[in-house]
């Protein structure tokens, strides 16, 4: 079947057009339609995490299965206030590019990033990579409430994105990327780092490391 699909704000813009149609099998969902566009405009991936669906006039989740004819619309969250916030997590690649473009803000005087990155050893030991688990609602529904603490705490904070990845990640991707901005730099450095220390501490995720010679949970021993 055939299924138009629409591109607002940045994804037109990356994409260099506004629409396109893609062929799908019949039921194709949501999510096999954003598959279809990506594979012909790669560049669009990185914004997956940021993605609104909708057909028609109302807002649909990736699950939806289209109809022939149906119109798709592709679109970042719309600007304005606390709605423009973001908590997630994905199983796509991270995009510190894309979490900065989400928490920019007129009215902000400084923006920070912070990556969590995999690396390469632990102790002295090699790793070969690593796997994260979630509880995926419940560590969305958290760091919400961390991101509401920031805005208690810190009132020129403008814009809050917390993005935690699972599944398999290599060495140097990133596993978590927290973007805050705010009216001023040491507002936004602060919530920054207090966002990654209580997002470790509360958050419901979980890290398996792969070595030559085994594998771990991390912070959990015995069998």
Same mark, same amino acid.
């Given at each position: 079947m055939r299924v138009g699909?629409?591109?607002?704000?940045?994804?037109?813009?990356?994409?260099g057009r506004e629409r396109l149609d893609v062929e799908l099998p019949d039921g194709?969902?949501?999510?096999?339609?954003?598959?279809?566009?990506?594979d012909r405009y790669p560049q669009l991936s990185s914004f997956r995490p940021f993605t609104l669906f909708a057909v028609g006039q109302e807002y649909v989740e990736p699950d939806h299965a289209l109809k022939p004819g149906d119109e798709l619309s592709l679109f970042p969250?719309?600007?304005g206030g606390v709605g423009g916030d973001q908590y997630r997590v994905v199983e796509e690649p991270l995009s510190p590019d894309a979490v900065a473009a989400a928490v920019d803000e007129p009215g902000a005087g400084g923006i920070v990033i912070f990556s969590g990155v995999?690396?390469?050893e632990t102790g002295g030991r090699p790793v070969k990579f690593l796997e994260y688990e979630a509880h995926a609602p419940m560590a969305e529904s958290e760091m919400?409430?961390? $991101?509401?603490?920031?805005?208690? #705490?810190?009132?020129?904070?403008?814009?809050?994105?917390?993005?935690?990845?699972?599944?398999?990640?290599?060495?140097?991707?990133?596993s978590v990327l927290i $973007?805050?901005?705010?009216?001023? #730099?040491g507002d936004a450095f602060a919530a920054c780092r207090y966002a990654i220390d209580t997002l470790k501490r509360t958050v419901p995720v979980w890290k398996k490391e792969h070595f030559e010679d085994g594998?771990?949970?991390?912070g959990l021993q015995g069998g």
């Open positions: 699909v629409r591109l607002f704000a940045r994804y037109r813009e990356t994409a194709g969902t949501v999510e096999a339609a954003w598959a279809a566009v990506v969250p719309v600007s995999v690396r390469d919400r409430k961390i $991101g509401e603490t920031l805005r208690a #705490r810190w009132p020129g904070v403008k814009r809050v994105c917390m993005l935690h990845r699972i599944g398999r990640l290599e060495i140097g991707e990133s $973007g805050v901005s705010a009216a001023h #730099r594998e771990v949970w991390v």
